[in-house]
């Protein structure tokens, strides 16, 4: 992943981070930091659909639970499929995309899911 810009919001790039080297749950704290204290509904979307997709990583790779990830994924998809496709900075239509293809294939065994960059 190429360096952030400097006007992403810290907790939402140190989520990327986490999210992208796997570290699901910590990736779901670091967001959920900053939701605690937004106020833009927008963000706060964008914030909590980033949660609960991290949160179905967890879910499924850690915990071993399919079904709880399937509803915890649809909930946060469908909160980002209300974001911009740039939301926050991120490639977040490519992210969605790729989250849908890979949760449809994934087994629970795998580690590795599609990366959340962010827009260039």
């Known amino acids: 992943m190429s360096a952030p810009p400097t006007s992403l919001d810290p907790p939402l790039a140190r989520g990327v981070a986490l ?8 990736a779901h704290e670091a967001w959920e930091d900053r939701w605690r204290v937004a106020t833009d509904p927008e963000e706060r979307r964008l914030l909590q659909g980033l949660i609960q997709v991290a949160a179905a990583h967890h879910k499924l790779r850690v915990q071993g639970k399919p079904e709880s990830a399937a509803r915890l994924l649809a909930r ?45």
């Open 19 to 26: 999210f992208n080297a796997g570290a699901h749950f910590a």
């Open 76 to 120: 946060g998809l469908a909160k980002l499929d209300a974001c911009a496709p740039d939301a926050g900075g991120l490639q977040l239509a490519d992210f969605r995309d790729a989250t849908r293809a890979w949760f449809a294939a994934e087994s629970p065994q795998r580690v590795a899911g599609p990366p959340l960059s962010f827009r260039r």
